[in-house]
Structures are given as C-alpha cells and as structure tokens.
C-alpha cells in the first residue's frame, strides 16, 4: 500500500499530469490513508480488548484464589474447633 501511496503522490506532485488525473490521484491517496488509518485504530482497540480480558482474567483468578484461601482458613478453623483436648491427668480443675 505505502508503494501504492508514493505513486499517487509521484503523479500528484508531477507538473506533467492534469488536474483531473490528480484529483483522482489524491482521492485514491486519500482512500488508502483512511484505510490504514482504520487498519491501526482496529488494531488498538483489539490490543485494548486483549489487555481489558487480561486484566478481567486475573481479577477472576485472583477472587478465585482468596475464595479457596478463605475457604481453607474455615475448614482449619472447623477441624480446630472439633479437635477435642488430650486427656491430662495433671489438669487442676
């Protein structure tokens, strides 16, 4: 495209060609600059979605992750509560 670019404005900048020809010249220029333009913002926007599910992917894993944390803090605290004491003789009451 950037060949195709520098040879319209070869024909544009040319004193041989006719205003016509550039008109059409600058058009088709003009046409293909959009087009690369459209070409990089979509390509942004797809990089910003990739980094946005990143970003949600780890904030789903990260809460995934103190969740079985969490989880695991209550059944130590519940086999902690179930353990009965060893029998001490030597306990004063």
Do not use: W
């Not at 008109?23 to 690369?36: L, P, Q, R, S």
């Not at 970003?55 to 179930?82: A, F, T, Y």
């Amino acid at each position: 495209m950037l060949k195709i670019y520098k040879v319209l404005e070869d024909q544009i900048t040319s004193d041989k060609t006719t205003p016509a020809e550039k008109v059409k010249c600058a058009e088709m220029a003009a046409n293909i600059a959009i087009d690369v333009l459209k070409m990089e913002s979509e390509g942004i926007k797809a990089v910003k979605e990739l980094v946005a599910k990143n970003v949600q992917g780890k904030n789903i894993l990260d809460n995934l992750h103190h969740q079985s944390r969490q989880s695991k803090n209550r059944c130590d605290n519940d086999e902690s509560d179930n353990i009965q004491p060893e029998y001490d003789p030597n306990r004063k009451f």
